[in-house]
């Protein structure tokens, strides 16, 4: 059994699109229970509608107040108990779910579950994973927007942490990490620094690349009809501060909305959509996941400005994140990860044992 605690309440916007995303949800997953966290209880009608009845596996619970999006939802958060996203992440921290996904704003996301759960240990820092690239080469991409000013060591935590979530979101053995720098004419002091810090640690380490690297399609073969996309692209994981990374999110944003109302889609079907598929579907993207915290916390992404089907897979893919994540004990992987740089910071101090 898998219990997720869905926050719906968010910054205080409808819900109702959002639950589109449901039936599906329920259905691929015979084992998943979710405790919907609501304002109220217009939600019976939206569930209704559905065919859903609250009972063994839709749980309701209430929540009185909403966090504003931007520099305010620290405060907010640490203030108001009785907001979705508190009351989300105390249904985790009390034992009655295993996982939080929320509505509200990122930043709002990142301080709860840093505010209820705690860093793990050896993490000063909580930062946000995203999937991005194309569906058939994905890559984690930290920090996708919960920091601006970091240290090497904040950029190392990231490093590991996200190693640890791309070994559970791809399944792959050893992810190959790249630090998201400019092109080398632009020499960048604090990066160098982490170039260093990344080399020395047990992690498949491939240096520096570009945002064109990241994103942009590879080619094999001679020009022409012979050419092939190479999927292989050379990292499972992207290494940036939050400003950087907000700006390379909201580019892709951008490109996903562009392609969209021109009516092709094209960016959408080669994965910048920030979800699609089923929850049974190992790919299914998106879900924006805070590593580095001891639980589970995924913010699920939505646009007010998209259609109801758009937000309610922008949830189902934030909770198969969530689900995925519980399922490898992924908090467990990345203490354990964690233990990896407390060790390499004891020996750069001349500690022993």
């Given at each position: 059994m898998t219990r997720i605690a869905v926050d719906l309440v968010g910054e205080g916007l409808p819900s109702g699109p959002l639950l589109e995303a449901l039936?599906?949800?329920?259905?691929?997953?015979?084992h998943l229970v979710l405790t919907l966290v609501t304002s109220g209880d217009t939600v019976r009608d939206d569930l209704?509608?559905?065919?859903?009845?609250?009972?063994?596996?839709?749980?309701?619970?209430?929540?009185?107040?909403s966090v504003s999006a931007g520099p305010e939802a620290l405060r907010e958060v640490r203030a108001r108990r009785d907001s979705g996203v508190?009351?989300?992440?105390?249904?985790?921290?009390d034992g009655h779910a295993d996982a939080m996904v929320s509505i509200a704003p990122a930043e709002a996301?990142?301080?709860?579950?840093?505010?209820?759960?705690g860093l793990l240990?050896?993490?000063?820092?909580?930062?946000?994973?995203?999937?991005?690239?194309?569906?058939?080469?994905?890559?984690?991409?930290?920090?996708?927007?919960?920091?601006?000013?970091?240290?090497?060591?904040?950029?190392?935590?990231?490093?590991?942490?996200?190693?640890?979530?791309?070994?559970?979101?791809?399944a792959v053995n050893a992810p190959r990490v790249g630090l998201l720098t400019a092109r080398p004419a632009l020499p960048d002091t604090l990066?160098?620094?982490?170039?260093?810090?990344?080399r020395s640690l047990d992690l498949h380490y491939v240096g520096p690349l570009t945002a064109d690297r990241l994103l942009a399609p590879s080619w094999t073969g001679e020009p022409g009809d012979g050419q092939k996309i190479d999927h292989r692209r050379g990292v499972d994981v992207a290494v940036t501060d939050g400003f950087t990374g907000d700006?390379?999110?909201?580019?892709?944003?951008?490109?996903?909305?562009?392609?969209?109302h021109r009516g092709t889609g094209h960016l959408s079907r080669a994965g910048l959509d920030p979800g699609w598929g089923t929850l049974e579907d190992p790919d299914v993207r998106g879900g924006t996941i805070v590593l580095g915290v001891d639980g589970v916390a995924v913010h699920a992404e939505r646009a007010p400005d998209e259609a109801g089907d758009s937000q309610a897979v922008g949830l189902l893919a934030a909770l198969r994140a969530a689900s995925v994540a519980v399922h490898a004990d992924l908090a467990s992987r990345t203490r354990a990860a964690m233990a990896i740089l407390v060790a390499?910071?004891?020996?750069?101090?001349?500690?022993v044992g």
């Open positions: 039936p599906s949800a329920l259905g691929a997953d015979p209704a509608r559905l065919g859903i009845v609250p009972g063994e596996r839709v749980l309701l619970a209430t929540a009185a107040r508190r009351v989300a992440a105390r249904l985790v921290r996301v990142v301080a709860s579950a840093q505010f209820t759960y240990p050896g993490a000063t820092r909580a930062t946000l994973a995203s999937i991005v690239g194309g569906a058939n080469a994905p890559v984690v991409l930290c920090d996708a927007g919960a920091t601006v000013d970091v240290t090497a060591d904040e950029l190392a935590q990231f490093a590991v942490a996200g190693s640890a979530y791309a070994a559970v979101r791809f990066r160098r620094a982490v170039d260093e810090l990344l700006v390379l999110m909201s580019v892709i944003r951008g490109m996903r909305w562009w392609e969209s390499r910071r004891r020996a750069l101090a001349g500690l």
